[in-house]
T-cell receptor, first 111, second 112 residues
Framework: TQLLEQSPQFLSIQEGENLTVYCNSS?????LQWYRQEPGEGPVLLVT?????EVKKLKRLTFQFGDARKDSSLHITAAQPGDTGLYLC???????????FGEGTQLTVNP | EPEVTQTPSHQVTQMGQEVILRCVPI?????FYWYRQILGQKVEFLVS????????KSEIFDDQFSVERPDGSNFTLKIRSTKLEDSAMYFC??????????FGDGTRLSIL
């Protein structure tokens, strides 16, 4: 059974600060997705990474897939209160198979 | 933008009763999934469905659970005899070939 460990579990920062969320596993993933989930809603896809070493940017968010495809990170630059939410990483072992989710990182950005 | 829709948003059921959760996947998607999230826990895979049959299921998806695509648009999850521990958020997801999964907003199932 594949496991994804996210850290930190909770993160509270001030507006304008930078932060990084980590997603680690001992298993290799064919792809890894980052989702954001608001209370009472389903996970909303932010990005998919599939190639080892891949870096993708989405405005102030930078996503990286580890060279060995076992880990990923999400870096947010100059965080804003609107970035507050639950960030989930989820991976697929083989193309198209089930998603294995991490526990999530609850981010709070204080004005 | 097309989205996965789930109904009802909240379902309250007596223990032992049958419940059907409904999902309308994105119209041209081919692969369908159910996940659940018990309060305070991670999202867990239940089952995947493709070409009118189950393609993969987890150990959670026992004989009490079944899925069906009764027509060209709906994808349902049935729990035959609900237990207290079935209380959770249930998420439906769908995708195209070689594309990521897109999730609905979930059904909150409360078993009394």
């Amino acid at each position: 059974t594949q496991l994804l460990e996210q850290s930190p579990q909770f993160l509270s920062i001030q507006e304008g600060e930078n932060l990084t969320v980590y997603c680690n596993s001992s298993s290799v993933f064919s792809s890894l997705q980052w989702y954001r989930q608001e209370p009472g809603e389903g996970p909303v896809l932010l990005v998919t990474v599939v190639t080892g070493g891949e870096v993708k940017k989405l405005k102030r968010l930078t996503f990286q897939f580890g060279d060995a495809r076992k880990d990923s990170s999400l870096h947010i630059t100059a965080a804003q209160p609107g970035d507050t939410g639950l960030y989930l990483c989820a991976g697929t072992e083989t193309s198209g198979s089930r998603l294995t989710f991490g526990e999530g990182t609850q981010l709070t950005v204080n004005p | 933008e097309p989205e996965v829709t789930q109904t009802p948003s909240h379902q309250v059921t007596q223990m032992g009763q049958e419940v059907i959760l409904r999902c309308v996947p994105i119209s041209n998607h081919l692969y369908f999934y159910w996940y659940r999230q018990i309060l305070g826990q991670k999202v867990e895979f239940l089952v995947s469905f493709y070409n009118n049959e189950i393609s993969e299921k987890s150990e959670i998806f026992d004989d009490q659970f079944s899925v069906e695509r009764p027509d060209g648009s709906n994808f349902t999850l049935k729990i035959r005899s609900t237990k207290l521990e079935d209380s959770a958020m249930y998420f439906c997801a769908s995708r195209l070939t070689s594309q990521p999964q897109h999730f609905g907003d979930g059904t909150r199932l409360s078993i009394l």
